[in-house]
Structure formats: C-alpha cells, structure tokens
C-alpha cells in the first residue's frame, strides 16, 4: 500500500528577522520527532540559513540519537517541480527566502500551506501587508493553497504586544492562528546548535517547546 503524498508548508514573508528559518527548522525536528519523512528545502539562495543548521546538525548528531531531517537547498526553477517529491516524504517543507524573489513565488506556487511569520513591530506588520497582498496575487494561480499568520517573538503583556494582536485579529482573509511562539533564548540556542528547541531538555525550552508542539499539531489538524 502507497502512503499518502506529501503536505508542502512553505514559511516566507518578504520581512527578514521574521523567524523563517527558526520556525521552519523547529516544524520539520517536531515532525521527525513524530515519526514523520521530513525533507526541509532551503529556498534562499543568499543565506541559506537551513543549510548552516542541517551542518551543525550533522556534527552534534555523530552517534545518531537525533532523528534524521533531510535538508536540501533548490533553486526556484528547481522549486516548482518540489511535487516530484511528494512520494518521498510525507512533509516537505519550504524555507524561503526574504523579500520577494522568485523562490518566494514558487513556494507560494507549490505548497499546500503557507505560513507567515511576523514579528510584533510596526515595520513588520506593514512589510506582512504588502507581502500577503502578492500572496493574494499568487491564490489565484493555486486556489487550493491554505495561508496562516503566526504571531513570533510576542510579549503579550506590553501594550506594543497588545496592539499588534488587535491588528491583526482584524485581518479577514488570513488566517491568524492560535499558536504563539514566544520571545526566548532558546530559540537561538537550538537553531545554533543545530538543534530543535523541544532537543535541548533545559528548563528554559520548556516553554517554547510546549508551543513548538502545540504550532505543529495545529497546522497538521489545517492539512
């Protein structure tokens, strides 16, 4: 019996700092972790940011402990045919690039789920805006695609954090989903060493780790 083809995430917004790669990586080691085929496809042809972590990875995880995430970097000609791979894996994930280059189009072309990371300033919610406005260009050429907004790096108990939230909570067309990923360290830690923060077993990943869980389990019930 075949398995079923592979779910395409693809996590960009035009906005850098936004917490692509951070998020990206975290999804695709949560899904491992689960038991999933994960292949994590660094889009960004300038930074490559997934390609480092897979890197890193490889050297912390010599004895093998870790669960294997494939990590490859395509170039958007090479994007847009991503759904060769479908019955290869069982989630595939894009990482892309900032700003609006071609690897960000031809995520958007491929994946059956786009997740838009925003940070809570306001140069990062107007930067959001624009880029979901090319987003709404790009659903019309793949109607069946699913767009969420993930709130990252929020602290809610300041009136900044309060403010964004209300904003966004208005946007209509997209999205806005309950999962939050907070403002913490551990964070870093794991995207330096390689790592998912549900990896690291400190205290202090305690929390993110929960909410890396929690984003992953909403985005499977979406898929």
């Not at 592979?6 to 689960?34: C, P």
């Not at 260009?137 to 309060?162: A, P």
């Not at 913490?184 to 202090?204: C, H, I, K, N, P």
């Not at 305690?206 to 909410?211: C, R």
Request: proline share 2%; with cysteine.
């Amino acid at each position: 019996m075949s398995k079923p083809e592979a779910k395409i995430i693809a996590v960009s917004n035009q906005k850098g700092g936004a917490g692509k790669s951070t998020v990206t990586t975290n999804l695709a080691v949560e899904l491992a972790h689960r038991g999933y085929e994960v292949l994590l496809i660094d889009s960004d042809g300038e930074q490559q940011s997934a390609m480092v972590w897979s890197a890193r990875r490889e050297q912390v995880n010599e004895n093998g402990e870790l669960p294997f995430v494939q990590v490859t970097h395509l170039p958007a000609k090479n994007l847009r045919n991503v759904h060769r791979l479908r019955d290869k894996y069982e989630y595939i994930l894009i990482d892309g690039g900032a700003r609006i280059t071609d690897e960000a189009h031809a995520a958007v072309a491929v994946a059956d789920f786009l997740l838009v990371p925003v940070k809570t300033s306001e140069l990062d919610i107007e930067s959001t805006i624009q880029f979901l406005k090319i987003v709404s260009l790009g659903m019309k050429r793949n109607d069946e695609l699913k767009v969420s907004i993930l709130i990252n790096g929020i602290n809610e108990h300041t009136v900044l954090g309060q403010t964004v939230l209300e904003q966004l909570e208005q946007w209509e067309d997209f999205k806005l989903l309950k999962s939050r990923l907070g403002q913490y360290q551990a964070f870093q830690d794991a995207v330096s060493s390689g790592m998912g923060v549900v990896e690291l077993g400190t205290r202090t990943a305690v929390k993110p780790s929960n909410q890396v869980r929690a984003l992953c389990t909403e985005i499977m019930e979406m898929l």
